[in-house]
């Protein structure tokens, strides 16, 4: 599988490790920055491409994705902060016929605890005693604040709070305070909060493999589909593969 990397900062880089460590071929990658983010065009040069991962920066990622569909190339995105752009190009992703995969995290360990804090919300509707936060951290050098990954956990979260409305006493206006700090990867958490005490659900990570590793994951995955996927796609089938495999 010939992979190229659109951004090639501490994601694309550690992307690039694991995928010759895995055994798949990183035949082209980008410059660390897009010196025109908002039109993008594969040099002249690059070589046949049966996929690519793009993890840049919110102002690069429109460009690179549209690059990716006119020509004909199936990409996987790992930037947040373009979703403005989301359906338009969902829209040229069909009238192209390609084929786009976007995640707001690529972790395996973050779709479980997304699932873990729906169940949780789930538990918590009737004790209406406590207040719903979430937290994030990153390193300083992340560019969107909130994190995708808190955006889809207040996401999915408020859609379980929706599901029993009008009669629910949470708002589904959840606050995420974010803070940013040298050397952390990532960590989110799910804070239940009254005054008498706190329940929180966490996910940590402790270095960008899990990501990566997620990313090529999704890169196999889409080659020879057409569509518009998420990462939750990916998981999906694979467990459905697993789960007939030791029937």
């Known amino acids: 599988m010939r992979i190229g990397l659109l951004g090639y ?3 694309g880089k550690a992307i690039h490790r694991r995928a010759n460590e ?47 569909l006119e020509r004909g190339i199936p990409v996987v995105v790992g930037t947040t902060g373009w979703y403005a752009d989301y359906d338009q190009l969902s829209d040229l992703c069909t009238a192209q016929g390609g084929a ?37 951290i990153h390193h300083t050098e992340k560019k969107d604040a909130p994190s995708g990954t808190a955006l889809t956990l207040r996401q999915r979260v408020a859609a379980q709070l929706a599901s029993s409305a009008p009669n629910n006493a949470f ?26 005490d706190e329940i929180s659900l966490q996910h940590q990570a402790f270095d960008r493999d899990a990501f990566a590793e997620g ?14 996927f998420d990462f939750g796609d990916v998981l999906k089938e694979q467990i459905g593969s697993t789960a007939q495999s030791g029937a």
């Open 100 to 136: 786009m995969l976007c995640a707001t995290n690529f972790s395996v360990g973050v779709h479980l605890f997304w699932e873990f804090a729906e169940r949780m919300t789930q538990w918590m509707k009737p004790w209406t005693n406590y207040q719903i936060g979430i937290e994030e």
């Open 171 to 196: 708002s589904a206006d959840i606050p995420i305070i974010s803070h940013r700090t040298d050397g952390v990867v990532g960590t989110h958490q799910l804070i239940f909060r009254s005054y008498r």
């Open 9 to 11: 900062g501490k994601m």
């Open 22 to 68: 895995l055994g798949f071929e990183v035949v082209w990658h980008s410059p660390a920055q897009s010196t025109d983010p908002l039109v993008f065009e594969f040099p002249e040069d690059v070589p046949d491409l049966d996929v690519v991962i793009e993890f840049s920066a919110p102002s690069a990622a429109t460009g690179h994705i549209r690059a990716c």
């Open 215 to 228: 990313a090529l994951r999704a890169a196999r995955w889409i080659i020879g589909k057409t569509g518009v």
